[in-house]
């Protein structure tokens, strides 16, 4: 017979605390390219505007978001399957992409992000004149 001891978190003394590490989500992403650009969909469940940082630095898309996870008063969790309330991802972009236009949009905890084709990559119909 074994026995063990569970450690909650008030079990840990304050430094211990602190050493913890912070664990991370890696999102679901759906990238979608036409000839115009590309579609970024992930998904951040939790994540309101103000708890998400979009960057772009030299040709690298980052998506850090934090999650809200409203407890109601005098509850408190005695189990989660989602540890984690931060989601980090982050991708090399093409140098055809344009980061500088990038669009985002956030509706029901799904982030789109839209990057455009830069001017002379996108197609252009040649006009035919007559001879």
């Known amino acids: 017979m074994s026995t063990s001891k569970e450690i909650t978190k008030h079990d840990l003394q304050p430094q211990q ?3 913890l590490p912070q664990r991370s989500i890696r999102p679901n992403v ?10 970024l969909r992930a998904d951040l469940p939790g994540v309101t505007k ?5 960057q772009v630095d030299n040709e690298t898309l980052s998506i850090d978001g934090k999650a809200e996870i409203d407890m109601p008063e005098a509850m408190q969790a005695l189990y989660a399957d989602v ?6 991802r982050s991708f090399s972009l093409s140098s055809e992409l344009d980061g500088d236009k990038t669009e985002a949009n ?5 982030l789109s992000l839209r990057i455009p084709k830069r001017e002379q990559y996108q197609p252009r119909k040649i006009e035919i004149r007559n001879g």
């Open 17 to 19: 605390r602190r050493e």
């Open 30 to 39: 759906d990238i979608l390219e036409d000839e115009t650009g590309i579609t």
């Open 50 to 54: 103000e708890g998400l940082d979009i």
């Open 83 to 88: 540890r984690a309330t931060r989601y980090q």
């Open 106 to 110: 956030l509706k029901d905890g799904v």
